[in-house]
């Protein structure tokens, strides 16, 4: 019997930290957002499309959070479930895919066996594209990572530098700053760069 793929952001990063643990990869560095990232990402291409609401509203009060005070169009859960069918969760991207994904995050750089978000956004990209998945299905993969997960992460960026530099004019700003840059520079394109530009970014 085909059960439904996680809907939950939490949930589904904890099947990864269950799967990390249980991999050679337990003690490897994992930048924070790594995970998180990867399951919006995932959990999203399992999501069905609701009506006058925006989806990354929709994953987000999956996920528990309340969006009344800050997004009026945003539906409560059992709305967007009666109005998705029982069938959801039932297509997308598997954890299977998602964790192999992850492995190949931890592997890019041949320096250092480590994970982090700007590493998983080139990833993600070049694999969508060799996946050769039906047109309209990768553009729409394209537009979670570059509409709403690299801003998303580059707005975390952001706050973190702000938050460093009011603590003190150190390098912990200079060494956040430049993933900021980069990420900037990704969205500005509207293409991804070459392995080294990504290595030069973190």
């Known amino acids: 019997m085909k059960v439904p793929y996680c809907l939950r952001i939490s949930e589904e990063i904890k099947i990864y930290e269950k799967l990390l643990n249980h991999s050679e990869l337990t003690h490897a560095p994992c930048a924070p957002g790594t995970l998180e990232t990867l399951s919006r990402f995932s959990i999203l291409s399992r999501l069905k499309e609701p009506e006058n609401s925006s989806i990354y509203s929709k994953i987000r009060v999956y996920d528990g959070e309340s969006l009344k005070d800050t997004d009026p169009k945003a539906k409560s859960y059992q709305e967007y479930r009666d109005y998705a069918g029982v069938d959801e969760g039932m297509n997308g991207l598997s954890t299977r895919f998602a964790f192999k994904i992850l ?22 990209e070049q694999q969508i594209e060799r996946e050769q998945f039906p047109q309209e299905q990768a553009e729409r993969y394209l537009e979670f990572l ?35 840059c980069y990420l900037r520079g990704f969205l500005d394109s509207g293409s991804g760069v070459s392995r080294s530009g990504y290595r030069a970014a973190v």
């Open 103 to 124: 492995s190949r995050v931890f592997n890019f750089d041949h320096v250092e066996v480590a994970a982090n978000p700007v590493h998983l956004f080139y990833v993600l």
């Open 146 to 180: 570059k509409g709403y997960l690299i801003p998303k992460y580059a707005e975390f960026i952001g706050k973190e530098i702000q938050t460093a530099y009011l603590e003190s004019y150190s390098e912990y700003g200079a060494k956040h700053f430049r993933p900021l």
